[in-house]
């Protein structure tokens, strides 16, 4: 059944209140048109609640807009949402993927996140490629996809919105890396489903790092909004050491926006249910409303907070990951980069959810709090130990 309006609705019922389910809910199929926005394939989802989100066809089926019953979730920077042809990838010593920076999520990958770095190209086997060079994040974010599909599903009385593309990231004597990203989500609900499989199609042997660059904006980030999360230990942060203190902004508990104001990135090593899932969310309880994400940590053994809270840029982010935050040569060092060979795959099964109340906020920093008890105190000392992460 369908919860719509306070009741429970079958396929039979919403048939007889309105000649299409477009009335209630849906996804559909636009091309923006004006500025650096031109040209794109969007898909529009409602999902009948008051949810309404995006998905960027032609930005790696990535979702951009995200609000609910008009209160914004996602992050609009000052960047827009620009077409990929007008992105360049090696521009400003591989900081030109700032100019292309915007949305509620940014996928990062598929061979390299973080920070620029050259790596030795042998495992290519062409001799001209002797070094493989890459820019912020990797490729993947501003590449297009090929629309498999969208619509709706029915199964008996429940309606599922969904949406498939592939995105390839394919050089000739390089990768030929394949992203297969699904997305759904039950009308009557306010929790997004994706689903990623990524498979390496050549056949030279290829490394694999991935990333969500999970963007959250004003009003669910304000001044005191808080970070929730399992969170067994403070592992690293960008700015520890003398001056940890000195922005006078904590890892858990957001200011208003500040001027001049630089990035702060941690990283915190949490803990899994029974179900080896890992919530974590941003709320807003003056307002009643949050957001969270919910990830496996077989798949996303790492998470990352990113405070970016200058003033006309004002964003949170959530950020799962493959990898530690020290980047791909302590990766490579420590045996834990990921090396797909043809037909290796890996799958990410994430969960975006609205928290659109008080009493769900509760009810979710309960069941958070009992995985485990994140530290009180706003600078808790980072330890440094970053675990092994096993299994590659």
Known sequence: MVELY???RSRRDLSAHAGSL????GVRLVTLGDGVERGIRMLEFRSGTGLRFTVLIDRAFDIADCEFRGMGI???SPAGFKHPGLHEYEGEGGLGWLRSFSGL???CGLDHILFMNDEPGDHYVYGPRKTISHSLHGRIGTIPAKLNGYGERWDGDDCYLWAEGVVTQGAVFAEHLELTRRIEIKVGTNDIKISDRVVNRGFYRTPHMYCYHINVGHPVLAEGSRYIAPIRDVVWAAHAGADYKKQDVGYRTMPAPQKNFHEQVWQHEMGADSNGEVPVALVNEDLGIGFEVITRKDQFPC???????QAGQYALGLEPSSNHVLGKDYARDKGELIWLEHGDERRYDTTFRILASKDEIASEEKRIRAISTQPQEEYPQPSGKHLPIGGR
């Open 6 to 8: 306070g009741g429970q």
């Open 303 to 309: 998470m990352y907070e990113w405070q970016n809270l």
């Open 74 to 76: 996602g992050w609009n």
């Open 22 to 25: 477009s009335q209630f809910a």
């Open 105 to 107: 999520m940014v996928t």
